[in-house]
């Protein structure tokens, strides 16, 4: 997810959860209010009418519809009782004689005791919530009880009208400060990106990319200054080590090629057939000497310049094979290759070297038949180089593999850098070199690179 979104993700969540943190109290606060504010209303007028109401009325209909006349039109219901809770009239005249006081309206029977009292409940008659307020009717002494009857609804649908209101407010609110949000979030996401955006450059071997004046808070700024000083330095240290590759190169080939020319020479003069073979076998070993010094420095241009980064690993397995063939005959060995192509994500130079590091030591070491597979398993795609020989001891097989570590019992000779640096190349693109037992005797060292795709050379 990207820096913006969380931000904006962020900032929406802490403003809604302090909106709901206002809102609800808010709306709750109102509805209490409004339902005090209706309840004392309600009170009030039903004590207004209990005052024009006098002892004289008390058993005159016709003189109580003419004093509850005044009553205000939301009034939807008055009752009047006696002492004993029996209804002596009813504006609608449907309760006249019936019991009030029977322990189903507490209203009623506080009124009887002299204390006004108002209630909200749902009306079974009418099938909906009402709000009843009962005062007692005095006349020197309390002669009676007048209750009013008004609609509840009123005040839920302003409290609901209140909510929606609230609700409105709030969700405004809310989209006005995610949009603050989302432009306060490209502010700061946008000199992070483009910061990104010149690493990725300078990844790819563009040395020239700087990051620049980026904007933004001063630790991006600061940051940005730290970068275009790491890629200054890397630039530098990038012209150095070209200008190094192109002395090496001059320098390594004059010596090599001079060395071969003498070592032919002195192949053309030799006395005997036994020192023309010993000079031709050192002129092949300066032969690869040289191949090795042109594949170090191709692949020095090839790791700066950011390509290639796939081999087939069938195929660089089956020039191995060819290239070591002969130095194996001649040292009693035998090679032969077998798996399929697999396209794998690693430098064919790194890989060539791997792969002839392994086969070096299996000759010298291990001589007798070699085998060289490959293959793939799930992500990973593999070679692996077989011997035959006495094999490696299990407490030594996690040493073998650093630097100038050299077994118990090796043949002198060797300078015990060849698996280190097999396993160093391997580790650079993110891969395995393991030594362990061969089934059935001798030792299997594979390395595992992670595949692309599987298809390419076959086996030889």
Do not use: C
């Amino acid at each position: 997810m990207k820096l913006r979104t969380r931000l904006v993700i962020a900032f929406g969540y802490i403003l809604l959860a302090v909106i709901v943190a206002l809102t609800v109290p808010l709306a709750i606060n109102l509805s209490r209010r409004a339902r005090a504010e209706f309840e004392t209303d309600t009170l009030i007028t039903a004590q207004t009418l209990a005052a024009y109401v006098g002892a004289e009325n008390m058993g005159h209909p016709v003189a109580l519809r003419r004093v509850l006349s005044a009553a205000p039109p939301e009034i939807e219901r008055v009752v009047v009782t006696d002492m004993d809770g029996i209804v002596v009239y009813d504006t609608i005249d449907q309760a006249v004689g019936q019991d009030f006081a029977n322990g189903k309206r507490p209203e009623i029977d506080s009124a009887l005791r002299g204390v006004p009292d108002a209630q909200v409940r749902f009306s079974e008659t009418d099938q909906r919530t009402i709000m009843v307020a009962a005062a007692p009717i005095i006349d020197e002494t309390q002669v009676g009880v007048l209750r009013v009857d008004r609609d509840y609804g009123e005040v839920k649908a302003a409290v609901r009208r209140t909510v929606i209101g609230l609700v409105a407010i709030g969700g405004a609110g809310l989209f006005a400060g995610v949009l603050i949000a989302f432009g306060l979030a490209g502010s700061i996401a946008q000199p992070i990106q483009h910061l990104a955006a010149s690493a990725r450059r300078l990844g790819k071997g563009d040395l020239s990319t700087r990051a620049g004046n980026v904007g933004g808070a001063a630790e991006v700024t600061e940051l940005a200054g730290s970068f275009d000083e790491m890629a200054d330095r890397l630039e530098r240290t990038v012209a150095a080590q070209r200008e190094f590759v192109a002395n090496a190169s001059h320098q390594l080939r004059t010596p090599l090629t001079g060395m071969k020319l003498r070592l032919e020479g002195a192949a053309a003069d030799a006395p005997n057939d036994d020192v023309r073979r010993q000079l031709e076998a050192a002129d092949r070993e300066v032969d690869r000497l040289s191949e090795t010094v042109d594949r170090m420095l191709t692949m020095a241009r090839e790791i700066e310049q950011g390509a290639p980064t796939h081999v087939d690993l069938g195929d660089a397995a089956r020039e191995a094979v060819e290239r070591w063939r002969d130095r194996a005959q001649r040292l009693d060995s035998m090679l032969s290759m077998s798996g399929p192509g697999v396209i794998a994500q690693a430098n064919p130079a790194d890989v060539a070297q791997v792969l002839d590091n392994l086969l070096d030591n299996a000759i010298a070491y291990a001589p007798g038949q070699i085998q060289v597979e490959t293959g793939a398993t799930g992500r990973d795609g593999w070679f692996a180089v077989r011997d035959h020989g006495r094999g490696i001891p299990a407490a030594e097989q996690h040493r073998v593999v650093e630097r100038f570590y050299r077994g118990r019992g090796v043949p002198a000779g060797g300078s015990g850098l060849g698996l280190a640096i097999a396993r160093e190349l391997t580790q650079k693109w993110g891969g395995t070199l393991t030594v362990a037992d061969a089934e059935g005797g001798g030792t299997r060292i594979e390395a595992r690179f992670r595949v692309v795709r599987v298809g390419g050379g076959g086996a030889a």
